[in-house]
């Protein structure tokens, strides 16, 4: 059972969880979310390269790999906050 954030219990968009979490919940200022948010764009590679270098099935690494570039999309890594 997932509780919903701000009425939605799932797609939540780059926008949902920066407003909501990170600024709101957390009082994270802007300067902390573009950090944090850098780090995971920059961390985007190394995760791919982890899941590449993994020893799941080719269908199981497609399928995460497939989920990764959802979330990024969705979270719209490398643009600001």
Do not use: C
Request: charged share 30%; glycine share 4%.
């Amino acid at each position: 059972m997932a509780l919903p954030v701000k009425g939605k219990k799932s797609r939540l968009t780059r926008h949902d969880l920066l407003k909501y979490f990170a600024r709101e919940r957390l009082q994270l200022n802007e300067g902390i979310l573009s950090d944090l948010m850098s780090r995971f764009s920059k961390a985007m590679p190394a995760w791919r390269e982890l899941l590449d270098n993994s020893f799941l099935s080719v269908e199981a690494k497609q399928k995460y790999a497939a989920l990764l570039a959802e979330r990024e999309k969705r979270m719209q890594l490398g643009l600001q906050p």
